[in-house]
């Protein structure tokens, strides 16, 4: 099988669907990697990436169309009197200098469209070309900074939001490519060294590089180089790329309607691979996904390692996705089977034991320990004392949300948003928890957005807990970077889950919160302080995800019928099934034998 836009192929060992692996020795810590190489020289332009610019309508054109919260229009916590007459003097002066120049020394821009237009300039510029055709987008562009790292890498994770920008401008190769590329680099050979990845894992990210041809120094081939997080920060490899893979994946189909990328061969056994490998048996008993620390967004020590909630928001959307594409045959029937049982045991799970609110958090404080017995009302054996001052303080009146973490005798209450808006965007929380959710945005809005949307978490650890937790990490100080820092990138799952559940007008107000500084800060990985008004002290700037993620949130808002791409709905046997677990007694609970599953829950 020829993988598109490569002119010659090479293989040293047996592939499996097309998948070429050849010996390499950029890995000194693994047995072999897998370089997906091709002779032939890198195109300055690619087939599918038009030039043209977005000028889609907004979702409402000025305050006044906006719906209002809580009665108020641009209230004090969004924005203030004096940055009105800040943008107001910037617009004007703008005007009568009449300054022109590049995007990235040009003054700040006041005009939506432009910024949108830069965004756009800026998102085509980070595109990464393999064999003439485009595969990917760089994690940032920072002319700024001298030390890339692997900034100049091609991630998974960070690649989603550029995808769905694509896909919502109808330019589909990249994402073609994207998908069909990396599945080649995904892990097909099961084994038992610890070095080596697992079978069906995804590669954190890859590079495109340039190498001398063997047996001729004068000519030269590109290969695909994967990252495993052999040589991440932490070394720790990613859980959710595969996971990202397939939500992806989902997106192309329905957003093109090509259904024969999915429908091939490779690509089916590719989400079979992911699948087994995430439903494998462990020594785990519960239905939630167990991965250690940094596997995710949050790639650091931050204290999420055992069931953190977005690895089982993503887990449970990738099920529903992986079901709705898999091909029904002899092959598929005992997976089908196994995801049907275990998407049960998981919504069950996270919505009867992650979620707190007001309700919640009095029936914990109440909580008796030391219970042995099916019945026992405090499975995890939580100790009320765990209920933290600032949780009291905090939780409001109207609103819940879904807990970062949960454990033996542990509940991790932190405010994790990527989880919580996942959670809304795969129906993994039920409709009344999805609002509730949402409302304790609005109620907390001078929290979790103030001057710049959104904190990944809330709140940050600090004092001898951070040094505890996170090993006294330097990048991750209190409201900094995954310590409850501001990610802008952030903004289009909030916007999806806004959408999902007909409420808007939150996400558009973020998005104009961002828009008062995001092009002018140019574009920061991350903000740092409580209330997000410095850029991070380490942040890198043109990041690629946070130009992404607002082109994705302003083409949502102005077509809100686009987000049907990325939404899941549940579907009825699933509640049937639901309903059926909550009215069982408790020694039904833990057999659930008319399920035909063994998750405790």
Not at 47 to 52: A, F, H, L, V
Not at 174 to 202: A, Y
Request: charged fraction near 20%; include cysteine; hydrophobic fraction near 40%.
């Amino acid at each position: 099988m020829l993988i598109p836009g490569c002119s010659s192929m090479r293989q040293s060992h047996k592939g499996n669907y097309g998948y070429q692996r050849i010996e390499s020795g950029l890995f000194h810590n693994v047995k072999c990697s897998w370089l997906h190489s091709c002779r032939c020289q890198q195109s300055e332009s690619a087939s599918g990436i038009s030039t043209e610019n977005v000028n889609g309508a907004w979702f409402v054109d000025s305050a006044q169309k906006f719906n209002p919260i809580n009665g108020v229009v641009n209230g004090p916590d969004v924005l203030e009197i004096q940055d009105v007459q800040q943008l107001k003097q910037e617009k004007e002066g703008l005007a009568s200098s009449g300054a022109h120049g590049t995007i990235r020394d040009a003054p700040h821009k006041i005009s939506n469209d432009s910024i949108e237009d830069e965004a756009w300039d800026l998102l085509r510029e980070s595109v990464v070309y393999y064999c003439g055709s485009p595969i990917g987008t760089i994690a940032a562009k920072d002319p700024t900074s001298s030390n890339v790292l692997n900034y100049d890498q091609v991630f998974i994770r960070d690649f989603i939001p550029s995808g769905i920008a694509f896909l919502l401008k109808g330019e589909y190769d990249i994402v073609r490519n994207f998908i069909l590329h990396t599945l080649q680099l995904q892990s097909w050979e099961k084994t038992m060294d610890c070095h080596s990845p697992g079978q069906g894992l995804m590669p954190a990210s890859f590079k495109v590089r340039t190498v001398p041809l063997d047996g001729d120094d004068s000519a030269t081939e590109e290969v695909l180089d994967p990252d495993f997080g052999e040589a991440a920060i932490g070394r720790v490899a990613p859980v959710d790329s595969g996971l990202w893979w397939i939500i992806l994946l989902r997106a192309y189909g329905k957003c093109s309607g090509d259904l024969s990328v999915q429908e091939r061969v490779d690509v089916q056994t590719g989400i079979k691979m992911i699948l087994r490998l995430c439903l494998a048996d462990g020594f785990d008993m519960f239905p939630t996904l167990l991965v250690t620390d940094g596997p995710c967004m949050i790639d650091r020590r931050m204290g999420i390692h055992g069931h953190p909630l977005e690895i089982q928001a993503l887990f449970y959307s990738a099920l529903l996705c992986a079901r709705e594409m898999l091909a029904p045959e002899d092959g598929s029937a005992d997976l089908i089977r196994a995801m049907n049982n275990r998407l049960v045991a998981l919504s069950f799970h996270i919505r009867e034991y992650y979620w707190v609110d007001l309700r919640k958090l009095n029936e914990i404080y109440r909580y008796k320990t030391e219970e042995y017995s099916y019945d026992a009302v405090n499975k995890f054996n939580i100790y009320p004392d765990q209920i933290s001052p600032w949780l009291v303080e905090w939780m409001p009146n109207k609103g819940g949300y879904l807990i970062g973490n949960l454990q033996p005798a542990h509940m991790d209450f932190r405010f994790f948003s990527l989880g919580n808006l996942w959670s809304v965007v795969s129906s993994l929380t039920t409709r009344d928890q999805s609002h509730a959710i949402l409302d304790l945005i609005e109620a907390k809005w001078a929290d979790l957005v103030a001057d710049m949307p959104l904190k990944i978490c809330y709140p940050a650890l600090e004092g001898q807990e951070w040094q505890i937790i996170t090993g006294s990490d330097p990048k991750n100080t209190h409201w900094s970077y995954h310590n409850a820092g501001s990610w802008p990138t952030l903004l289009w799952q909030l916007t999806a889950a806004c959408i999902k559940m007909n409420r808007p007008e939150i996400a558009a107000k973020a998005v104009e919160v961002a828009e008062r500084r995001i092009s002018r800060d140019k574009w920061p990985e991350y903000y740092d302080t409580k209330r997000g008004r410095f850029i991070g002290k380490q942040s890198r700037l043109f990041q690629t995800w946070s130009i992404a993620g607002y082109l994705v949130a302003k083409l949502l808002l102005a077509d809100p019928s686009k987000a049907k791409i990325l939404i899941t709905e549940e579907d009825s046997s699933l509640v049937n099934a639901f309903s059926c677990m909550i009215s069982s007694n408790p020694r039904r609970k833990r057999g659930l034998k008319n399920l035909k599953q063994t998750y405790i829950v």
